[in-house]
């Protein structure tokens, strides 16, 4: 399945989160350190967020270099 979620975008961040959280709540921690290596190998990044308040709405706005 770990193939499969990284293999199928693997430019998208949260694929190697979830596989990644999946590992540790496993208890599969080496596992998880080698999501996180093949993450890193990749240059995929966390994409940037910021968070604005108005007066009676709240948005989220996510940038990403794609």
């Known amino acids: 399945m770990g193939e499969c979620v990284t293999e199928l975008n693997p430019e998208n961040f949260a694929g190697y989160?979830?596989?990644?959280?999946t590992h540790a709540t496993t208890g599969t921690w080496d596992l998880?350190?080698?999501?996180?290596?093949?993450r890193k190998k990749r240059g995929v990044k966390k994409p940037a967020q910021s968070h604005v308040d108005g007066s009676e709405e709240r948005g989220a706005y996510i940038c990403s270099s794609h």
């Open 17 to 21: 989160v979830l596989l990644s959280n």
């Open 32 to 38: 998880r350190e080698n999501v996180q290596q093949l």
